[in-house]
DNA sequence: CATGAATGAGACTTCATTCAT
DNA sequence: AATGAATGAAGTCTCATTCAT
């Protein structure tokens, strides 16, 4: 997927990245709005104007780390999507895959399931509203062809359930650092268990 | 003595909590921050400073609006503890209140479940978070007391399980009027239904 | 049901003079700019729109409060002035009843004495730049007259020392009111000695 | 003593002090609450906002410009007060001191003299509170070191006369640029000649 | 006379952003 | 690349004042 971006600051490689990484932590711990570019220079031992050095403005780094992280997101469903594998084995690598892709990028998903909704009404942001269903369809799709296959209860509603995977998987992401970081895979695991038995007894 | 108002015939029954209900519809479509004191002025008809005759300040007003929603909540969540009922129907009362008391206040769980978080950390809220915990919680003993009782699947982590319901519950407030609030029950119902059996056909 | 014809709630017909007093208390404690028309409400058991039954305007309440105490003023300095007495004896009757006249009006004193330098600028009170220089005024002259008369120190620099004694004499009205309000004669008395004698011991 | 600034070409030596001097000149003009931050920046050839670059707020000016001016004179005093001069000279110089202070601090003395009273009552002001008695208390002092030594007059009302002796100082913060600026001391010789000696010829 | 709601102007302050050095 | 000063637009809030009831 090519980047839709250059950088259109001037730009040393190196001090790029840093700067979004604590940005997007500032993002995140604060909200967007509430977030002053001045916090962020501080927090990068810089004066405030300095950052324009860097960035074209504060709209433009929350617009470089989300579209970044959901470039990542649409690029892992793809492979998943694309790898040939069983209603059942897809449903599993799609949620265990969004909660690695979360953990690895916190502040970025953090940020995202917090102010995306908000963002995605400014001019320059409609590929928020446009990514918020990706997730969902690729699960309702998954989950139909499950039904279909007998792989999953018969009589489903596959719309209303991927709402809540997706809403389940998502909710990690302002569990906060102790919670979804350190390994995603402990998360996935039990909420795929959970998700497929249910939590009655089988008989 | 000061006899009760008795206002004739342009009785004004509070003009409060209609403010509080515009004010609750503008912070959740646009954010807390991102709402200006004038815009929810204009959509009460009034001037921006009219509005500081009501409310000391636009924090006073999330706050009431926060407040209050989660009191009710609170309330809703002991009247089902204290009701006496099995580990299932707690759980599935915990679930269908929980719909349906974010289906009759949508704005407020919107502004809940996207602000609480940042604004917790402002003095005079820390109530928010110790009151994003309680269905948490609840949610947890009664996952624990189902297991020991054979109700709910042996070796359940009631831990991640209880957050994963409580993230899928809370998920519908940001569905949007279109998606909670006609008929919660139709909510509550097949998410029950997929909590308890899970995906997988029985055999 | 209260009896129609006389305003009953308070036995006073008139209720200006009471109301001026109390502004003239919080003027004087909090500054006239400080001071918020609410307060003075607050303080006399009233709304702020009901005082503009009274008044015309926050301002036209000083300008009644410090208009009648510098005609006060004015005629009790007019009466010294006309009673044909000596440089000596005109001296200390103005020092006297000015200490007097400041020990009744405590509050319209101190407001005086804070505020109209910088109300004068205002339209409408010229009259506080003319009220200024009276004391000075009266004082310069008897002292000259006095000089004339050998009465006083041959030599004496009558502008300044008039506006020595004229600082003197109004500093009591910052004293608060445990200073100049229960005795005024008792300031009088120790001061004219001073001002008279001088600090160093007769030879 | 104002050092001549050299500035090599577009020498920016601190304007912090620069806007500082403005801001006192328009504080002892108008009055503290009259003023308005855009007139102080009116003044200074820059817009409302960008003296935030230098200040915290419109209070934290007044805190230094008098907050300086304070320490100054403590300053002074304590240097007087630690000469080793008998009562008369300690008199003397205290006096001439202080009418020199305020001759070089017009504005500041001018605001303090107005507006301490009122901003004593502020959290952060207490300094305003404590710095009134400390003139009056060096007087009274020497006051009865004199009357002890027999410098001064026997049965001085030490309190009463430190309090005159005082306000006729300050009073000439409130005379004007052309009443104190140009000679202080031709006021401080005058009045320490009518304070000593007082009005009646010595016989 | 008093109330309670509302007005309208303006105050202080914040903040993203620019630009000469 | 960074600094420090300044801009300009907004935003929250205050307050004297008005007016129907």
Redesign the interface.
């Known amino acids: 997927m090519p980047t839709k971006k250059k950088p259109t600051a001037t730009s040393r490689p190196e001090r790029r990245p840093e700067l979004l990484a604590i940005a997007a932590e500032v993002f995140a711990a ?2 967007y ?2 977030t002053t570019v001045r916090r962020i220079a501080d927090e990068a031992g810089m004066l405030a104007g300095s950052l324009y050095h860097h960035f074209d403005s504060k709209e433009s780094m929350v617009d470089e780390i989300l579209s970044t992280f959901l470039a990542g997101l649409r690029t892992t469903y793809d492979a998943v999507l694309d790898a040939g594998l069983g209603p059942r084995e897809t ?1 599993e690598a799609l949620v265990t895959e969004s909660f690695r892709h979360i953990g690895r990028n916190l502040a970025a998903a953090a940020i995202y399931r ?2 995306a ?2 963002l995605a ?1 400014r001019p320059g942001f409609q590929y928020l509203a446009e990514a918020r269903p990706v997730l969902e369809r690729a699960l309702r799709r998954t ?1 139909e062809r ?1 039904v279909a296959d ?5 009589g ?2 596959t719309r ?2 991927g ?6 998987v ?3 992401a ?2 906060g650092p102790t ?1 979804a970081t350190d390994a995603p895979d402990e ?1 996935a695991r ?2 795929l268990a ?10």
């Open positions: 604060q909200g709005d509430a449903l917090t102010e909704a908000h009404t989950l499950g007998g792989v999953f209860r018969a489903l509603d209303l359930t709402r809540f995977v997706r809403d389940a998502w909710g990690a302002a569990w919670g998360l039990p909420y959970l998700l497929l038995d249910g939590l009655a007894p089988r008989p």
